[in-house]
């Protein structure tokens, strides 16, 4: 199949490119390299079944161009930070919602049948029913959540509209290889300021599911590959759930620091949109026989050591 990954430089998108070619699969990344790294997918840049395009998801001509022959699009660029739509009001409108409409409305221009996003646990806000169910409303506390929200509900109509297949993923947090952004960067980067004092968000007891990307990936082919349903919504989650201080003690053991004060700044959350109790229910996803293989704890500590040794510069 030719396949289209946009966002295909990013941290998830070079995970699902890799698994699409090692399948046998033509892929085309378009890319405008925001915050993807061309290392991520650099592996990949003399096998004749991909191609990298360097561009924005705004330029829809040459979206268009790209377009032609394209079966499937894994639709993974985004902007994924959730924290910063407090801030900004139209960054998750813009790079969110209008972009994943130019996609759609080029697809549907293209007759291309299949389209999977990536949407987030977001979506659900702080939900009041753990683990939270796929059926559970839209919430969000943030614009982040808010646009995933409403992007699925775009996905839904132009594929009902025009007969598209859709795969919409819900994900925890991800971690693992190619991480570039999140608590263990964030904390990473402090510890290599200051390897003595941690100033940290909130007091601690927020408590959080997350997957590693590898996991991840193999949730979303379980899905794809064993769905015959047009339209489909899948959680991506982990049955174990941790406080944020655990998590940054795993951080700081796997970084190698020792005797750190850890500084809490604030009670409970303390940034607008953050949600306090992230745990997905995963029962359709296991139903297909898929379970993950790392703990919480494995997948924290790989991906601090995975930073350490290979996203870190002397600038950070
Ligand atoms: N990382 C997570 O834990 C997580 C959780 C839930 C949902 N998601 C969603 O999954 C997707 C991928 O997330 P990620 O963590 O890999 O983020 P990422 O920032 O590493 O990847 C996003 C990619 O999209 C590209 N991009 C952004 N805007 C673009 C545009 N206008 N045109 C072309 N390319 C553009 C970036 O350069 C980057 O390569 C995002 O949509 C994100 O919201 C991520």
Redesign the pocket.
Known sequence: MKCMV?????????HIVDRLIADGNKVVV????????EF?IKHHLNDKNFRLVN?????VEVLNKEMKGVEFVY????????RSGFRDHFIDH???LE?TQNVLEVMYKNDVKNIM??????VYGDANIHPTPEDYPFEPTSL?GAT?AACESYIRTYASYYDMRSFI???????GA?????IVMDVLKKLKNNSKELELFSDGTPRKS?LD?KDGVEAIFKVINKSNDQFNVFNIGHDEITTIDHVVDWIIEAGGYKNVQKNWLGKKSNWKGDNEFVLLQNTKLKALGWKPTLTIEEGIKSTAKYIMENILTAND
Do not use: C, P, W
């Not at 996003?117 to 977001?122: I, L, Y």
């Not at 190619?178 to 999140?182: A, L």
């Open positions: 946009t966002g295909g430089a990013g941290f998830i998108g070079s378009y890319d405008n390299f925001s915050t993807g790294r991520f561009a924005d998801l705004k330029e639709h993974l660029a985004g902007h994924a930070d959730v813009e790079q969110n972009m996003f990536a949407s987030s646990s977001s982040y995933k993923f819900r994900f925890v947090s991800f971690t190619r991480y570039t952004h999140g997350s990307v």
